[in-house]
């Protein structure tokens, strides 16, 4: 599992009109090429009438399968811009299409190729990009008497506080970055902070979504 990449944040869909042809995004994430397809699928049924439906899909943790369709654009002019657009943008597991109503005036490849790519810019802008980090959750037992004096340190550390369990002892749920000598510092650090009054377990790992400032070109 990566330890960390980019995605987009959820589904999306945005509209240009590029000399008078209508360019609509659909943007959303697809963990398998199943889903990519399904999706792609969806939006031809919606516009069944449009004059292209071009896609591109990223899927993978090495982008193991990319997958580009004109869908009847002039080869290279549609789907390649679209899939270039992901790449650039550092983005996994990745689906869009860009479904064109032809207005009357033709662009030229040149056109073609900076419409579609200037379209799924606008549909990621639009959308919005995640960083998704492989975490640890930490379940960190202490006194009531450590509660404060913990709860305070990790809402004021690199760390973030998932919940609180109050029980017999009170259970603080947290999560640490699944990297190489991360889990080792957390429970040092605790350990240190509590005089060795800490019992600690983890569960499986998840993966924690922050949501990412993105520039053109580049997340």
Sequence with gaps: MLT????????????????????ITYVT?????????????QIKKQHWNATHNCS?????????????????????????????????????????VVTRYFGGIKLGAGGLIRAYGNAVSEGLNETGVVERRLMDVYTVAVDYTLLGKVENELRNSTYDLHSI???????????????????ERFETWLTNLTNGQAAFSTGEPVYLETDVTHTEGRV
């Design 165 to 183: 369990d109050y029980a017999e002892a009170v259970n603080v749920h947290v999560y640490v970055p699944k990297e190489a000598g991360e889990g």
């Design 56 to 96: 591109a899909y990223l899927i993978g943790e090495q982008d193991d399968i990319q997958k580009a369709n004109d869908d009847g654009e002039p080869s290279g002019t549609a789907g390649l811009p679209m899939l270039e657009v992901l790449k650039k943008r550092g983005l996994k597991d990745t689906v869009v």
């Design 4 to 23: 960390s990449y980019y995605t987009v944040k959820t589904y999306g869909e945005t509209e240009i009109v590029i000399q008078k042809s209508r360019f």
């Design 29 to 41: 994430r697809a963990e398998t090429e199943a889903e990519a397809q399904s999706f792609i699928e």
